[in-house]
Structure formats: C-alpha cells, structure tokens
C-alpha cells in the first residue's frame, strides 16, 4: 500500500510537473522501475498512466491552442500520432535487457535537452524552421515521444520557436495537445501488446488527471524557472544512477 501511495505521489507530481514545466516522465519512469517493474514494461505504463493528465492539461489549454493560428493543427496532430506509433513500436520490439542498457543514455540526452531549452535557448536561437522543416522535426520528435518521450515538452518549444511562434502560452498548449496525441497512439499500442502493469498504472493515472489539471490551471502563476531546475536536478541525478547502476 505504501508503495502505491508513492508511485501515485510521483504520478501526481509528474502531471503537474507536465502541465507547468515538462519532464513529468522524470519522475514515474524511474519511480516504476524502482517499485520493480522492468523497464520495457516500466515505460509503457508510464505514458499510460500520464496520458489522462496530458489530456486534463490540454483541455484546460483549449482557449490558448485556439489562438496559435499560425500552426496547421491537424497536420501536427496526425504527423504525431503517426509518429507516437512507430515509436511505440520500436520499443515493444526492443528487449528488457536493451532498453535496460539505453536507459541511462535516454536519461542523460533527454536531461541534455531540457536544460538546453531551459537556460540556453541563445544556442538555438540563429536557427530557422520552414513549413516542410517543422513538419519533419515533429515527425521525429513524434517517434521518440512514442519510444520514450523524455524532454520531448523542450524539443516541441524548440521546434515552434523556430518555427515563429512567439506566444508561450499557445506553444505551451500545443506542446501539451500534440504530447497527448503521440502518446495516444503509444498508449493504445501498448495496451492491444499487454505491455502495461495495471494495478500501478490505474492508480497513477487518476492520480495523474489531478496533477495534470491542477498544474495546467497554476501554470501562468507558478515560476516555470524553478520547476525547470528542479526537472534537471532529478534528471542529472537519476541518469548518475542508472550509469553507476549498470557499471
């Protein structure tokens, strides 16, 4: 019982850390895979169990995603789908023992990431992204998203900033709406594949839907700063100990 309260802690925590800041899967991918889940399995139910707080955030953003008019929505949501599906795919052919050796890789390019965008968004900044360019760069980030997903809140503002976009609440949404609708593809994939492990994954699903509503509606009156040094605090740390794990 004290193990599920934590890893719906952790659940809660990560929908909030999702809606506010990105880098949610910093928490439950480990948090399952210390409760003795392995890994392949361990991160398929964590984006099962992220996928109703995702889907919390992104309706509480519907208003904001309506105003980014510079983005062809539908062409983004099935280039994301389509590429949360193949990623998914990759991953379930991938085995535990595999995955197990990528896990501290994935960590650490996922931490790389996020702190890049977090406090060094100058270096990407020279850099321009066209209609067809995008298009590409979110098909990719699509299928990694499906894999893994870490740091991919970072990767889709990186993309839309160099895009144009320039209202970080309209990004924010999309980034939300277009996470969900890659992990919609995983998740339905990874259930049809009886890759999940139900009882931690419902628990931390609900938890999940509060954590990722609550963080979307404090998003604007909750410095994303903080939560962002915290994101690659837990991210250095973690990859740390999965390399000395695997030493």
């Known amino acids: 019982m004290l193990g599920m309260l934590i890893l719906m802690l952790a659940a809660f925590c990560s929908g909030a850390l999702n809606a506010v800041a990105g880098g949610g899967a910093f928490i439950t991918f480990p948090a399952l895979l210390f409760a003795g889940v392995p890994p392949v399995a361990a991160n398929a139910s964590s984006t099962v169990a992220l996928f109703p707080g995702q889907a919390a955030s992104s309706w509480a953003y519907r208003r904001e995603i309506a105003a980014g008019g510079q983005v062809n929505v539908p062409v983004f949501a099935a280039l994301s789908l389509v590429g949360g599906l193949v990623g998914a795919l990759l991953l379930l052919v991938t085995p535990n023992a595999t995955f197990a050796r990528f896990v501290p890789w994935l960590l650490l390019f996922a931490t790389a990431v996020f702190a890049i965008g977090a406090y060094a968004p100058g270096i990407v900044s020279r850099l321009r992204l066209g ?20 740091g991919i809140g970072f990767l889709m503002l990186a993309a839309l900033t160099l895009f144009g976009l320039r209202d970080i609440h309209a990004m924010n949404g999309l980034r939300l709406l277009l996470a969900m609708l890659m992990n919609a593809a995983a998740v339905g994939t ?11 994954t419902v628990a931390m699903a609900l938890a999940a839907v509060a954590g990722g509503y609550a963080g979307a509606i404090g998003a604007k009156r909750v410095d994303p700063k903080l939560l962002k040094t915290l994101v690659v605090i837990i991210g250095a740390v973690l990859t740390l100990y999965f390399f000395a794990k695997g030493a």
């Open 131 to 150: 209609g067809r360019s995008v298009l590409v760069v979110q098909f990719l980030i699509s299928i990694y998203g499906g894999y893994f997903g870490g």
């Open 190 to 200: 990874f259930i049809v594949a009886g890759a999940v492990s139900w009882p931690e």
